[in-house]
C-alpha cells in the first residue's frame, strides 16, 4: 500500500515489556479502538517462528481497523505476512536492500537523529522517517535526544513526512506544537497505561491539535498600554489582524497616552509564572513575542518557563532604550536579558540605539549596522534583525541569519503617530512565525503590515498617536 500521512498522525509501537496480564493482541486492540492510525511491531526475544504467528493475528485485526501494520527491522517477516511496511534504524539492514526485498509499494519507515541522516534516508527512498529520541525514554536510554530544533529543521527541510518518537506522553506533547511534524509515535505512554484505549484517545486528540491547527497561536510577552497602542494591547490586535489567536502574559500595566506614561505597576515574578504556565498547559503557543520586562527576576521568571515550555519561534523586541534615546532599562536587568534570555531568541529587534548597546559599537551607517549585527548574533547565537532609522536611513530594517544579510526595505511615510511600531513589527513577525512562514518570509511580510498600518493615518490624542493596526479588516 502507498504512505496516505494521515496514517502516521498515532503511530502506536508495541513494546512487550508493557504485556502485564495482557496478550499483545489485546493491547493492540485497545489502541487502534482508542483510535491509533498506524501500528509498529517491534520484537527482539521472540523466535521467528512464534514472532511469525502473532504477526499474522494482529496483521487481521489492522486490517479489520483499516490501519497499516509496520514491522520493526524484520524485513524477511514483513515480506513473508505480507505487512504494509517496515521501519529500519540507521544500523539495520541497507534501505536498498530493504526496498530490493519488499518491492516498491510497500512503505519503508527510517529513523534519523539529524538533518545529515534524514537527508540520506530521503535520497535513498524512505517514504517517512522517524525522528528522535526527542525525549528521555525508557525503552532507548542508550539514545541521545534530538533538540527540538533539529526536529523542526528537518521537518522544513525533508520532503517526505516525519514523525517524532521518543519519551512523548500526554504531558510533553504540546511542546511539539510548531514543529511540523505529521505524527508522533508512542510506546509506553500507551502501552503501558491502565487505559490504553483511553491514552491513546487523549494522544490523538492532542496530537491533531498539534498537526492540524483549527487556527494559529501566539503569545506576547509584554507590558500593559492602557491607550492601546503598544504593549499587548497592540500586539494582540496584531495577531487579530493574521487571523492568529492571541494570548498574553502581562509583565507590567502602565498608565499612559500619547502624551506620555503616567506611572508603571510590575507583576510580581510569581504572578507573571502564573500566568505562563495557565497559558501553556491549556493552549500551547506556536510562536512567543517577548517585549517590555522592566525587572531581572521577571526576565529570570520568562527564561525559566520557556525552558519547561520549549517554544520553535520566539522573537524579543529587546525594550532598553526609547526611540528619543532614553534608557528604559538599568544595567543589572540588560545584563540579565543577555545571560538569561536572548540565547532562546530566533530573532532579536533592536533598534539602533538598542543594537549599540548589545553590540559596543558605534553606528553611524549601514556598514555599521552589518557589523552590530554580525557581533550580536555571535554573541547572542540568533539571528538580528537591525532596524533602520535614527537617521541612519528612512525605513530600511537589516537581518542577519548568521550566514547572510538580507535588507528589508522600508516605505517612507509622512505620518508622526508611530506610537507601538516595535511592539507592532515584533507582534507581527511572531504571527507569521506562528502561521509556518520562515524567518524572512516573515519579517517581509510584517513589514508589508506596518506599512499598512501607518499609510491610514490614524489621529487619535493629543500626543504620539496610535497606528490603525485593523486596516486589514476594513
Known amino acids: 500500500m502507498k504512505l496516505n500521512k494521515n496514517d502516521l498522525l498515532l503511530y502506536a509501537v508495541t513494546d512487550r515489556r508493557w504485556l502485564k496480564n495482557q496478550t499483545l493482541y489485546q493491547q493492540v486492540e485497545q489502541t487502534l479502538k482508542g483510535g491509533t492510525t498506524m501500528v509498529q511491531i517491534r520484537e527482539k526475544d521472540l523466535d521467528h517462528e512464534s514472532f511469525l504467528q502473532e504477526a499474522k493475528q494482529i496483521q487481521v485485526l489492522c486490517k479489520q481497523y483499516q490501519v497499516p501494520l509496520i514491522i520493526n527491522d524484520d524485513v524477511q517477516l514483513a515480506k513473508e505476512i505480507d505487512a504494509d511496511g517496515v521501519h529500519i534504524g540507521q544500523d539495520d539492514l541497507d534501505l536498498k ?31 517517512y522517517l522517524g525522528v528522535g529520541a526527542i525525549f528521555t525514554t525508557a525503552t532507548k536510554d542508550d539514545a541521545d535526544a534530538v533538540s527540538l530544533k533539529t526536529l523542526k529543521e528537518i521537518c522544513q527541510q525533508i520532503d517526505i513526512p516525519v514523525v517524532a518518537i521518543g519519551g512523548i506522553n500526554e504531558h510533553n506533547i504540546l511542546s511539539l506544537t510548531g514543529s511540523g511534524i505529521d505524527g508522533v509515535a508512542i510506546v509506553s505512554a500507551i502501552f503501558a497505561s491502565d487505559d490504553i484505549q483511553g491514552s491513546s484517545e487523549i494522544l490523538k486528540q492532542k496530537t491533531q491539535r498539534i498537526v492540524h491547527p483549527q487556527i494559529h497561536s501566539a503569545l506576547t510577552i509584554a507590558g500593559s498600554d492602557s491607550s492601546g497602542g503598544a504593549g499587548i494591547q497592540a500586539d494582540l490586535k496584531t495577531m487579530l489582524a493574521h487571523h492568529v489567536y492571541g494570548m498574553s502574559a502581562i509583565t507590567a500595566l502602565t498608565a499612559q497616552n500619547t502624551a506620555g506614561v503616567a506611572g508603571i505597576l510590575d507583576v510580581t515574578p510569581d504572578f507573571l509564572a502564573l500566568q505562563l504556565d495557565s497559558i501553556f498547559q491549556d493552549i500551547y503557543p506556536e510562536a512567543v513575542k517577548i517585549g517590555m520586562v522592566s525587572k531581572g527576576s521577571l526576565i529570570k521568571v520568562i527564561a525559566d518557563k520557556l525552558h519547561q515550555y520549549p517554544v520553535y519561534n520566539i522573537v524579543i523586541d529587546p525594550v532598553m532604550v526609547a526611540t528619543s534615546g532614553a534608557k528604559l532599562l538599568n544595567d543589572d536587568a540588560i545584563n540579565v536579558l543577555k545571560d538569561y534570555l536572548f540565547s532562546l531568541a530566533t530573532v532579536l529587534t533592536p533598534n539602533i540605539p538598542e543594537a549599540m548597546i548589545l553590540s559596543d559599537i558605534e553606528i553611524k551607517n549601514e556598514e555599521d549596522m552589518k557589523k552590530a549585527a554580525q557581533i550580536m548574533s555571535e554573541k547572542y547565537q540568533c539571528a538580528i534583525l537591525v532596524k533602520g532609522g535614527h537617521q541612519i536611513n528612512d525605513a530600511n530594517d537589516l537581518l542577519y541569519d548568521g550566514h547572510h544579510f538580507t535588507w528589508f526595505k522600508g516605505k517612507k511615510i509622512d505620518n508622526q503617530n508611530t506610537h507601538g511600531t516595535g511592539c507592532t513589527l515584533s507582534s507581527a513577525i511572531a504571527s507569521n512565525l506562528a502561521k509556518g512562514d520562515n524567518l524572512h518570509d516573515a519579517i517581509k511580510k510584517a513589514k508589508d503590515y506596518i506599512s499598512g498600518c501607518l499609510q491610514e493615518n490614524l489621529d487619535l490624542g493629543s500626543g504620539q498617536g496610535p497606528m490603525d493596526h485593523g486596516y486589514k479588516l476594513k
Do not use: W
Open 97 to 127: 536492500k530493504a526496498r530490493d526485498i519488499l518491492g516498491p509499494d510497500k512503505i519503508i519507515g527510517v529513523s534519523a537523529h539529524d538533518l545529515n541522516e534524514a537527508k540520506m534516508a530521503y535520497d535513498g527512498g524512505a517514504d
